[in-house]
């Protein structure tokens, strides 16, 4: 097991050292190329001599592997990321003010999404083909075919304009745990970021748990006499569960995606609108970090997911390997 | 053979399908009839009858969105002749579904805006199955260090979630009709390829793709005829979602600003301005839209999931 995990971790850092070589490479593709933020720095009517000079004060006079090798070393040996051109705030700086705002938002939704689909989906799966089962499925399409925006618009429209007033905005201090001091501002955000991710997870469950219950082992349990409570959770729940713990470590990054369109809608200063902000006045340093932290996530997260997986499911675990 | 079975199986097959207890497909039931692989799959598909009204709801959108702004053309792009026209007016005879914040008819403009969703979505869904088929062909089927690689710049892309990456790749490329076809295509492709490798990683190992390598059989000839042929069911569902997937991320674009750049527009574009209209109690800037919206993204996933079951050949072979 630990050398799996250690294998696992060698070939992440592997992954993380593509994702920053595309990202790094990226702005080389830019009209003005790696001089593209100069612009947004110095103005559009920027002299030749201050270019040059802005040039010579962030290194992009050198070629792109030393530009590459400096970048590297300082992330690895400085844990340095970077200085941001356009907020004058050093990356970790902006990180540090935003991701926990993000991470609050996409933790929370990710749980209520647990809490809400999973049972569901047993219960869709358990009475398959019921009035129930057919809502709950039709509802599921129409949110999963909604764009995400406007479902938020709605929401905020339905329960903020017009009913139960709900803030229409969470509250915009930096304190991270604002979540916790102020729950009903994060109603209308955290719930529709929830249900759009519910919608998927909820499908998949369901299609897992049928799955499991046409396997044999699940019918000897029914012919030895198992309630059919017991089945569907001794039996077919705890076998559905390897799935649905890898689908969750593959959803981190869609859910910073989706946190993304939240924010924007609801007003909330975090990652997403700080990466869509970063992107289009090409603040380079602020998108490489950004995307670097997400990928982190992400990795670490199909990383649990991997060994959570050999947990549930002691095959795996000998073989090891089975990825 | 497995390809060619009698319509006896056949309708023990589609018995077994979820949704086929009462009605029975109009097969002609002969025992040496031999039915062909493709009727088949039609026969499975059509018995799903929302998965035919998908098709057919689908084919009407699509057509009048290539053939309204031709029949009965509005003024969708000249923003000066919208100076006469009220702003924001409810539905009339003159504007079926009233006119937009611009002045545009937006009955009209639904359909003028299908046109560049659509195309779009099609166009960049057809390029990630593309993309997607070969590269995960080439790497499940090298498999060793070659897939090793290969997989590992897939899983660095798949880690960076696609708004960002399409954002960052939009503000360096820009946004013209065809590079966003290009840039979305390219943007989502990075999970078919692994669905694909997977298949084609498996079908490698199986007995038949022995035999072939056993009898002298080349790479590419094991690919066309083997792996391929067996990794269609897959190959189609996942293009039919990427197509949805596409069409999403277009709105998704639109809502922040980076769709179809006016005074052409596109759905996403459009259900954005609406939306900031509802609360002033416009509903026919957003409502009709939404609908038509979100209904062709369903018929399009519902499709999706009615081509696996027709595609599904355990269903037909036992």
């Given amino acids: 097991m630990l050398n799996y995990i250690l294998r696992r971790i060698a070939q992440s850092l592997l992954v993380l050292l593509i994702v920053v070589f595309v990202t790094f490479s990226l702005p080389y593709f830019q009209t003005n190329g790696i001089m593209a ?38 992330l690895i040996f400085h844990f340095n990321l970077g200085h941001s051109y356009k907020q004058n705030m050093s990356v970790w700086g902006v990180i540090a003010l935003y991701v926990p705002r993000t991470l609050w938002l996409a933790l929370s939704a990710l749980i209520l999404t647990l809490i809400i689909s999973l049972p569901l989906g047993i219960i869709q799966a358990s009475r398959r083909n019921t009035v129930f089962d057919y809502s709950a499925t039709g509802t599921a399409f129409i949110l999963y075919a909604m764009p995400s925006f406007l479902l938020c618009m709605l929401a905020l429209d339905a329960f903020s304009f017009h009913t139960l007033h709900l803030p229409s905005s969470p509250p915009s201090g930096v304190a991270p745990w604002a979540i916790f001091t102020d729950p009903v501002g994060f109603a209308l955000p955290v719930g529709c970021l929830t249900l759009l991710s519910v919608a998927g997870v909820s499908r998949f469950m369901r299609g897992t748990i049928l799955e499991t219950l046409v396997q044999d082992y699940v019918r000897t349990a029914k012919a030895k006499g198992c ?67 997400v990928a982190i996530f992400t990795l670490a997260g199909n990383l649990l997911a991997d060994i959570a997986l050999g947990l549930v499911n002691p095959r795996i675990r000998i073989e090891g390997n089975a990825r | ?30 025992d040496d009839e031999i039915i062909p692989l493709w009727r088949q799959r039609l026969a499975i598909f059509s018995h799903n009858k929302l998965a035919v009204a998908s098709v057919i709801f689908l084919f009407i959108v699509t057509a009048s969105c290539y053939l309204v702004p031709w029949l009965h053309p509005t003024n969708q792009t000249n923003q000066a002749a919208t100076f006469n026209i009220p702003w924001n007016q409810p539905p009339s005879w003159a504007h079926p579904l009233g006119t937009d914040s611009s002045g545009f008819d937006e009955l009209g403009r639904i359909f003028y805006g299908g046109e560049y969703s659509l195309t779009l979505g099609f166009l960049s869904g057809f390029i990630t199955i593309v993309i997607g088929t070969v590269y995960g062909m080439i790497s499940g089927f090298m498999a060793g260090f070659t897939d090793t690689v290969m997989m590992r710049i897939l899983d660095a892309f798949l880690s960076i979630p696609y708004l960002f990456l399409l954002i960052t790749l939009i503000s360096i490329f820009g946004r013209s009709t065809t590079f966003l076809i290009g840039i979305i295509g390219f943007s989502l492709w990075w999970g078919n390829a692994r669905i694909i ?61 980076l769709g179809i750049q006016t005074p052409q527009t596109d759905w996403g574009t459009m259900l954005q301005a609406g939306s900031v209209q509802i609360q002033n109690g416009y509903w026919w800037e957003v409502f009709p839209l939404a609908t038509i919206f979100i209904l062709v993204v369903v018929s399009i996933n519902y499709i999706g999931d009615a081509l696996r079951d027709a595609f599904e050949v355990r269903l037909i072979e036992r």
């Fill in chain 1, 37 to 74: 933020p100069a612009y947004a720095v110095l103005g559009t009517h920027a002299t030749p001599a201050n270019l040059a000079i802005w040039a010579q004060q962030n290194g992009m006079n050198h070629p792109f592997f030393v530009r590459f090798w400096t970048y590297l070393t300082q």
């Fill in chain 1, 227 to 293: 309630s059919n409570l017991r089945v569907l959770f001794r039996h077919a729940f705890r076998n559905a569960l390897g799935p649905i713990i890898t689908i969750l470590g593959l959803s981190i990054p869609g859910l910073f995606g989706g946190a993304l369109i939240i924010e924007s809608v609801f007003n909330y200063g975090g990652l997403g609108i700080q990466t869509v902000f970063a992107a289009t006045n090409s603040d380079v340093p602020i998108v490489l970090g950004i995307t670097l932290l």
């Fill in chain 2, 1 to 30: 053979m497995t390809e060619q079975i009698s319509s006896e199986i056949l309708h023990e097959a589609i018995d077994r399908l979820p949704t086929s207890r009462d009605v029975r497909p109009a097969i002609p039931k002969t």
């Fill in chain 2, 197 to 257: 490798r997977g298949d084609a990683l498996l079908i490698r190992n199986l007995e038949y793709s022995q035999a072939a390598t056993a009898m002298g059989a080349g790479k590419m000839h094991i690919i066309r005829r083997h792996v391929f042929p067996n990794s269609i069911s897959n190959i189609v569902t996942v293009a039919t979602f990427s197509v949805a997937d596409a069409i999403l991320f277009l709105s998704a674009l639109g809502f922040l600003g």
